[in-house]
């Protein structure tokens, strides 16, 4: 069975703070040309999203680095739904399994459109120390794998980003239905054919 785990890109829809606003609006239309196009203004982490890891850092590859194959992982569905609203999540709920990648399910896509969307769990760098230890790409239903504009007691920075993208492994944000998989899929993340430093992706699981 497939399960299309992308949010919709749309006008208004959620951006990290300071990220481009998402348009899309009409061009051309029937009535005034015949026809029909739409303006599209995105940036390259617009809704579901991988990270290259010239993200955060300088000398990290873009995606235009990378062959197709690299966006289909044999993933792992992590349930870490005990974690609300900014807590950490440690380094105990990474498992040791046979996947390429993880994908957090924190339930938090259900906060789409919502201010507390940006209060989403976050993975504690010690947690994105030990995934990028142990080779996995992660996936989230978050906006982040780091907290979201942090507050004093919460990381700095974007650490868990660069234990990743430092390491080379791809991080997906901005999943939705991750609670509708089995525990084992094949998650494919095809970007758009940007040489950017992410881009949105068509997120679809199979399992």
Not at 33 to 43: D, F, I, M, Q
Request: charged fraction near 25%; aromatic fraction near 8%; proline fraction near 10%.
């Amino acid at each position: 069975m497939r399960y299309d785990c992308t949010q919709p890109i749309e006008s208004g829809m959620p951006v990290y703070p300071g990220d481009p606003e998402v348009s899309v609006a009409p061009a051309a239309t029937h009535e005034s040309a015949g026809y029909r196009v739409s303006e599209l203004r995105v940036s390259t982490h617009t809704g579901t999203h991988v990270d290259a890891p010239s993200h955060t850092e300088p000398d990290g590859e873009s995606l235009g680095a990378y062959s197709v194959e690299r966006f289909r992982f044999d993933a792992r569905v992590v349930d870490v739904r005990e974690y609300g609203a900014r807590e950490a999540i440690p380094p105990d709920a990474v498992p040791e399994t046979a996947a390429d990648g993880l994908l957090f399910h924190t339930g938090w896509d259900d906060n789409w459109g919502d201010a507390t969307y940006f209060d989403h769990p976050y993975l504690a760098p010690e947690t994105a120390e030990r995934c990028a230890k142990l080779g996995y790409h992660v996936g989230l239903d978050t906006l982040n794998p780091d907290p979201t504009e942090p507050r004093a007691d919460e990381p700095d920075g974007v650490p868990a980003h660069r234990a990743l993208l430092g390491a080379e492994r791809l991080v997906i944000e901005n999943l939705r239905g991750l609670g509708r998989l089995p525990e084992r899929v094949t998650l494919c993340a095809y970007p758009l054919a940007v040489d950017g430093d992410g881009a949105p992706v068509r997120a679809v699981a199979e399992g």
